[in-house]
């Protein structure tokens, strides 16, 4: 059963770009030894695009998504990530861009759409429904401690 996806960002400048993914981007991480380090995330997905009539056809890429991306591009901006253009809206989600070590081009983007995490494996990072549409099923009322008590002194005489 595959259970993950592993990615690889080809640079020609690793050590710089994994110290801007760990300290930049402050993304979880373990050294398996000599500094090689590998990145985990909670939640990743693959999407497949069509190829006929992209200019980056046959190429691959990879994204980072977030929940709130006004905040996030705030976050990363104190961290002295430098973005390639503003936030814009494409439809599918809100995205900015940002360049890393090795002149790898990269795209955040806060999705607009429930990702696959949240729909099949109960993840939180699907869109939340707002408080007021959510409608909590009645409380049930806990039968006062005596009745229960008494009912089961009646069932044991029964038998």
Request: proline share 8%; charged share 30%; glycine share 10%.
């Amino acid at each position: 059963m595959i259970k993950g996806l592993h990615g690889m960002f080809y640079t020609s400048e690793p050590e710089a770009m994994r110290a801007f993914l760990r300290d930049k981007l402050q993304l979880p991480h373990i050294d398996t030894g000599g500094g090689w380090l590998l990145f985990a995330f909670p939640e990743a997905d693959v999407g497949c695009h069509p190829t006929e009539g992209d200019p980056e056809s046959g190429t691959h890429n990879i994204s980072f998504f977030c929940d709130d991306i006004h905040k996030t591009v705030a976050e990363l901006k104190g961290r002295g990530v430098e973005f390639d253009d503003d936030i814009n809206d494409q439809g599918y989600g809100f995205t900015i861009h940002f360049t890393m070590p090795g002149n790898v081009q990269v795209q955040l983007y806060q999705p607009k759409y429930p990702k696959p995490s949240a729909v099949l494996f109960g993840k939180k990072s699907a869109p939340r429904k707002k408080a007021a549409a959510r409608k909590k099923a009645p409380a049930r009322k806990k039968a006062p401690a005596k009745k229960k008590a008494a009912k089961g002194r009646a069932k044991a005489r029964r038998r």
